[in-house]
Nanobody, 128 residues
Framework: QVQLVESGGGLVQAGGSLRLSCAASGRTISRYAMGWFRQAPGKDREFVAAIRWSGGITYYADSVEGRFTISRDNAKNTVYLQMNSLKPEDTAVYYC?????????????????????WGQGTQVTVSS
């Protein structure tokens, strides 16, 4: 079992930045791809970004490409999401997730079912 705990959310003005963290416990995540998803009120969960187990390869949703950066520190069992140039439409609950399959890389939209473990989420609110 893997427990994931997100932190770093909050209220920020448009154009600002936030850095989300996802701390894993219970098992090392070094063999697994990790992802960030988000869900805005009244909307479906949306893929945001993914990072391969080694950290060398990343994948982003078009809506955040160039503004968000996903990274990981396997020694700390932690994944990060640096969010810059935030927009009001980025407002959502952000979730960290761990892929259920070791050493498998298949990122992209509609991949939520690949992730077996999810955090409780952290709220990000961007004011205009």
């Amino acid at each position: 079992q893997v427990q994931l705990v997100e932190s770093g959310g909050g209220l920020v003005q448009a154009g600002g930045s936030l850095r989300l963290s996802c701390a894993a416990s219970g098992r090392t995540i070094s063999r697994y791809a990790m992802g960030w998803f988000r869900q805005a009120p009244g909307k479906d969960r949306e893929f945001v970004a993914a990072i391969r187990w080694s950290g060398g390869i990343t994948y982003y949703a078009d809506s955040v490409e160039g503004r968000f950066t996903i990274s990981r520190d396997n020694a700390k069992n932690t994944v990060y999401l640096q969010m810059n140039s935030l927009k009001p439409e980025d407002t959502a609950v952000y979730y960290c997730a761990a892929d259920s399959r070791p050493y498998i890389w298949s990122p992209g939209p509609r991949t939520g079912s690949n992730y077996a473990y999810w955090g409780q989420g952290t709220q990000v609110t961007v004011s205009s």
